[in-house]
């Protein structure tokens, strides 16, 4: 899909979108297709009672005097609420209603609007990111029905003031929709092709932006006593991978890199304790961190962002082959620490246990932040609405949970602390890889913060609830994957970790 910004006050195009804020108060490109329809447009809006509210819409088909075919009026609500997200939403609300028409060319004409929270620039620009984060498919896999699937809209204007300006602020915001892209491909990549391997692969693909790409294969972890990683790929044919990508973009050279940890489990089947059918569906999608991590590096690479980052990705495919892993055997952490594995299926914390480890005495990072789709108990805690958020940092944590929520992917805190910490003690070992039956995310937590450095600015965001949507579709989301991730991820570099 391509986007264009113009100044030009007549523009050519199929579909014209304008809107109204609530009473109705036409905005100006409102009230011009009014006056070309000598008044047709509001006698229309007033039959279908059109006051303006947030989310309602009056669409005209070939209206008279105009030259569009599809004029599309759209509630804009009270301009003091109206926002990005709510221009975002605004925008792939409209490009819905007009896919599958005739349709190629579609204009959004917001200009004049005064007082509202996203002006400007900013609104053209998340114009187009909201008609953007729309147009995603996933057909790899289809061989029918592909025509009447397809985008049939090809070209966004957005009419703004400036142009230019507005051009470049998109640019920045591409750079991330298409870091969200790359997420969602690999979550909705079926497991039989995305396997660690060919994940790094891929990952490799991303040196020609400018990313430094390197890949531990296991005979490397093992030098490096990974054994609570390796533990988790044994039951697999497979081999399981470290993925390690770097953006090296801020003007100090030598400045201590940002870290993001992700969990990469191509598929968890849960291993030797193995998943019921019904659970097991969907656990392609159990590399939903990794798929942020490797998102999000790739858009900072895209914008040139001046940080230093680095995404460690764990790889691995839990299975129960003869040479699995085994409820009750404990293994050796990089850490050194031991672990008794009393559970094969909590197996995200163990191999972030490795790559959590590694990212700190490799890179020394200023903090450190994994996500994982960790536990299902975080889905029962928080639904699909918030990520969890727990950390060992009240700036950090502060600091993610405002990126979320401008970058319209919200975190909520959950508690650390000592009485949960008490919940995996092992008969035997250090400590075990399970917590009691209650505060299963929590206890999930308790045990990455072991493998955390006391001086480590450290916060991981459990996704399990939010890497998939089973049931209905988010609006901006026209896929089962996501991409959750890499806008909180983007958004928190740019507004704390930028030069
Ligand atoms: N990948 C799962 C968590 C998960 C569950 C993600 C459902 C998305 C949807 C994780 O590896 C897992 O199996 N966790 C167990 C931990 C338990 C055995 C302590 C869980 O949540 O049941
Ligand atoms: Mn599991
Ligand atoms: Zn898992």
Redesign the pocket.
Known sequence: MQFTFTAAAVVESDALVVGATEGPELLPAAVKADRASRGAVGRALVASRFTGKPGQCVEILAPAGLKVSRLIVVGLGKAGDFDAAAAEGLAAGALGRIKGGAETEVVIDLIGLKGAKVEGVELAAHLALGAKLKSYTFDRYRTKDLEDRAQTVKKITIATGEAAAARRAFARLEAVADGVFLARDLVNEPPNVLSPVEFARRAKGLAKLGLKVSVLGEAQMKRLGMGALLGVGQGSERESQLLVLQWNGSRKKTAAPIAFVGKG?CF?S?GL?LKPGN?MM??KG?MGGAAAVIGTLRALAVRKAKVNAVGVIALAENMPDGGAQRPDDVVISMSGQTIEVL?T????RLVLADALWYAQTKFKPRAVIDLA?????I?VALGSEHAGLFSNNDTLAANLTAAGKAAGEPVWRMPLGKGYDKLIKSKIADMKN?GGAHA?SITAAQFLQRFVQDKTAWAHLDI?GVAWQDGEQKPLIPSWSTGWGVRILDRLVADNYED
């Open positions: 489990l968890d849960g304790s659970s969907g656990m159990d559970n299926d909590a197996e995200g789709t960790l536990t299902g108990a889905m399970i299963g399990a």
